[in-house]
């Protein structure tokens, strides 16, 4: 942390900050300038509260110099990690495709879908069992039987299988039937559930925050990995914004400042991030050059009936248009789809 005093300060004020870091176990470094004195503070162990030192007498600005996340980045880990999901790498030169249904509707629906998907290069099946959905009225998903189905389509395709969990409660349930666990966009900061499904012994897909910043979404995977769980995939799917031709606006840009700030892989989910099944193809080919570790995408072989997400889901041909279009792509930017 630097602190900036103003340009009035007065000796009597810069050897206030030093006493005030001083209390709290720190070692403040004054470099007087000719303008003006900033204080550089050191001994920190975690992050030091800004707000600690911004009302002292004579003091400008403070400005943090370091980040409060520290297993998430790439200071601590400066090698891509790679996450082994049901044996699929996610985050190395194969960019990964997760596709299924929004949410697994019955066992006839899933694993046509889960063929489909896997017959046209899927790598992993998407489906959630527990759904959070907006209203209590909508659809709230087939919950355990859901698991099982999605376990059944695992068998018929050999897709490994990834599936939201909601609650603390569902942990090791939905562990017992899923090779990695989903944690939704309005789970992001629920930090009780972050914790349990850190140690679940499953690699994990966090979802950004509707509203997160990168420090927070860093933050989230910081809590995953702060009980050991190493595992951990990054997904953007869209943040809010006042835009009204799609249902969100895909933060693209978050992929190139995920990777630079951490080791972490970054998929990208074109379905959420833009809620229309017409932009989810040129959004997937944005995400692939903009250096996306993955897209994760719907697909449903009747859209029209499904029971939640329709108007975002591909039909089976347009997936398999967007695995063609793709291809070229990822090989322009050194990768395979
Ligand atoms: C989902 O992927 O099924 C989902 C509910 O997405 P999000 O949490 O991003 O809204
Ligand atoms: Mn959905």
Redesign the pocket.
Known sequence: MLIVMDRAATEVEVAGVVAAAERRGLRAHPIPGAQRTAIGLTGNRGAIDPAAFENLPGVLEVIKVSHPYKLVSREFHPQDSVVSVGGVPVGGTHVVVIAGP?AVESKEQTVTIARAVKELGADLL?G?AF??RTSPYSFQGLGEEGLQILADAREATGLPVVT?VLDTAHVELVARYADCL?I???NMQNFELLKRVGQAGRPVLL?RGMSATLEEFLLAAEYLMAEGNADVVLCE?GVRTFTDHTRNTLDLSIVPAVERMSHLPIVV?PS?GTGRRDKVVPMSRASVAAGADGI?VEVHHKPEEALSDGPQALTPDMFAELMAQLRPIAVAVGRTV
């Open positions: 929004c998407r959630g759904k959070p939201e989903q939704g966009a309005r979802k799917r989910d959420h994760a």
